[in-house]
């Protein structure tokens, strides 16, 4: 950065999203105490660290040298194609609108941040839908574009330290509109703009303060505020989804398209990108009972959650002389410390399915969907939406995903393995699927990571021994059946994915062939997934 001409170079935007992302992650846990929204796992700090680290990794992997707004223009789509929660859609809008703001000019000066603002003000109105109700982070950008334009001489500070005063105004407001509660996203603002006004502090000369001090700030906040956002969140969880997914349009306003998805949701979040050559599509987050009536016609794949309570892991009780003594190497601990026994965990559950109408039942027994899976990248997506610092068991549906699954699981690092280890299930078919997400509902291991994954790996075995599951045949289906319920007990069920190939012929064959067994029963499901019908039985 030149500080004798105020101009931001694209290697000092870089510095600027890895170092935000490095404060984001820091205080994940401290932006989701800070949470107004009644349902636990609407957890905004985590969805804000998530996404902008989407974002840093894009940032290690552009070649440079790119213009500012090439660069932008980058990190927009990557955070687009993978977002996380609403914030996640108002991040990849306000990358994007930054990279239209500043066009081709080689350098980021203060007037081409003030257009950036403006720019961001419109966009965000686009996301949100300024017509029927405004976001906090929406009316947040519009304050800073107000206040700006008040300014007669601009410097990279004042532009920067405008925005971050209006932001740790408008947080102190949500605050005291919420009983003392902030707004995660407007917190995560403020680390935002304080991580870039440090950037510009550096280059001025001054001392780099201010994330220090909005860290400091919102700490205090969420130690007096947490009792009332416990008390928020043992409140009843509603019973809506969240849905996240990418469709491609005929290019309209998004104005248009959102009133067609709001007839079956609550909360409608749309952004568009354009990717490297112009054309356009867009990516959708909704909050809706229905998430199968809420999808567009065609759409990609859909990252999904039930918004209920989602359970908490604690770490047990630790020797506070074993802290104290941790970095002497000769010391013997010798202490009357008893700790607690380790603490019941719920895993995280991802289910990759190509079944629509089993979506709810597999996000309300506590599993987050992704239906359509295209690509290991989509996967690796829906994972780091998980719960961190607990085991995660990603359960295929059919062979194909399960291939991808496990390219996805040896690609990560160590570091993320060791926080959050992960297991990928031997399921290729939705029954098997459904039946480990059932086995697995509401259930807890104790111990820490690794524990609860060998825990998780014996759930499987146990589940895999005590099933047996098979494609519809369409040449023997008699002999099938009583094959498959030979070994079962006197109450003997026949369990049934239906495809969406032949759902009227499949559904009649199997009726016809149990008209002969007064003795069994038939369980079947519509799935709507492609390929064959599958039947099997629980022993």
């Known amino acids: 950065m030149d500080t004798a001409r105020q101009k931001l170079e694209t290697n000092d935007l870089r510095e600027w999203c890895v170092r935000t992302g490095a404060v984001l992650n820091q205080a ?54 993978f977002p996380h929660g609403s914030v996640g859609i108002f991040l990849a809008s306000g990358f994007a609108a930054c990279a239209e703001a500043w066009g081709d000019a080689p350098v980021v000066r203060p007037a081409d941040l003030l257009m950036s603002v403006d720019a961001m003000d419109r966009a965000f109105r686009e996301v949100s839908g300024s017509d029927t109700w405004e976001f906090g982070l929406s009316r947040l950008i519009t304050t800073v574009s107000e206040q700006l334009s008040e300014l007669e001489l601009l410097t990279l500070s004042q532009v920067v330290d405008t925005a971050l005063v209006c932001a740790q105004e408008a947080t102190i407001d949500s605050a005291d509109a919420h009983g003392g509660v902030g707004d995660a996203g407007l917190a995560g603002a403020c680390l935002i703009f304080a991580s870039l006004a440090d ?46 997914f990418h469709f491609e349009a005929l290019d309209m306003p998004t104005g ?13 979040l749309i952004c568009k990108v354009l990717d490297g050559i112009g054309a356009g ?13 809420a999808l567009p016609y065609p759409h990609g794949a859909v990252l999904i959650h039930h918004l209920g309570r989602n359970p908490e892991a604690f770490e047990g009780d630790e020797d506070p002389l074993t802290r104290l003594t941790a970095d002497f190497d000769n010391v013997v601990v010798l202490s009357d410390f008893a700790a607690r026994q380790a603490p019941l965990v719920t895993p995280g559950l991802l289910v990759l399915s190509a079944a629509p109408a089993l979506v709810e039942t597999y996000a309300r027994a506590g599993a987050t969907v992704l239906l359509g899976t295209e690509n290991s990248e989509q996967i690796c997506w829906a994972w780091r939406s998980l719960p961190k610092g607990r085991a995660a068991l990603i359960i295929p549906a059919d062979p194909e995903t399960r291939k991808m699954a496990l390219t996805m699981r040896d690609s990560l690092d ?57 494609p519809l ?30 759902v009227s012929t499949d559904r009649m064959n199997l009726q016809l062939a149990l008209a002969n067994y007064a003795d069994i029963e038939l369980v079947a499901y519509y799935g709507g997934q492609p390929g064959s019908t599958y039947i099997g039985v629980r022993f």
């Open 256 to 268: 248009k398209l959102r009133e067609s998805l709001r007839a079956a949701s609550s909360e409608v």
């Open 28 to 81: 994940r846990e401290l932006l989701d105490d800070l949470n107004t929204f009644p349902v636990p796992n609407f957890n905004t700090g985590t969805n804000l660290a998530n996404s902008w680290a989407v974002a840093t990794r894009a940032t290690q992997t552009l070649p440079l040298p790119l213009l500012p707004a090439e660069f932008m223009a980058a990190v927009s789509r990557e955070v687009a194609k």
């Open 414 to 470: 160590d570091a993320e393995l060791s926080d959050s280890p992960v297991m990928v299930a031997d399921t290729e078919d939705e029954l098997s699927a459904a039946w480990l997400v059932q086995s697995l509902q509401g259930k807890q291991f104790r111990g820490r990571n690794l524990e609860q994954l060998r825990d998780l790996e014996t759930a499987c075995r146990d589940l895999k021994a005590g099933i047996r599951v098979e």
């Open 281 to 293: 599509r867009f990516v959708a987050h909704v909050h809706t009972p229905s998430p199968l009536a």
């Open 199 to 244: 950037l510009a502090a550096t280059a001025e000369g001054d001392v780099p303060t201010n994330v220090s001090t909005v860290q400091a700030m919102l700490s205090d906040w969420a130690n007096r505020s947490r009792s009332v956002a416990e008390s928020l969140r043992h409140t009843v969880p509603g019973g809506e989804f969240g849905a996240t």
């Open 473 to 502: 045949s369409h040449h023997d289906l008699d002999t099938q059946i009583r094959d498959l319920v030979n070994d079962l007990g006197p109450n003997r069920e026949l369990h049934a994915v239906i495809s969406s190939g032949n």
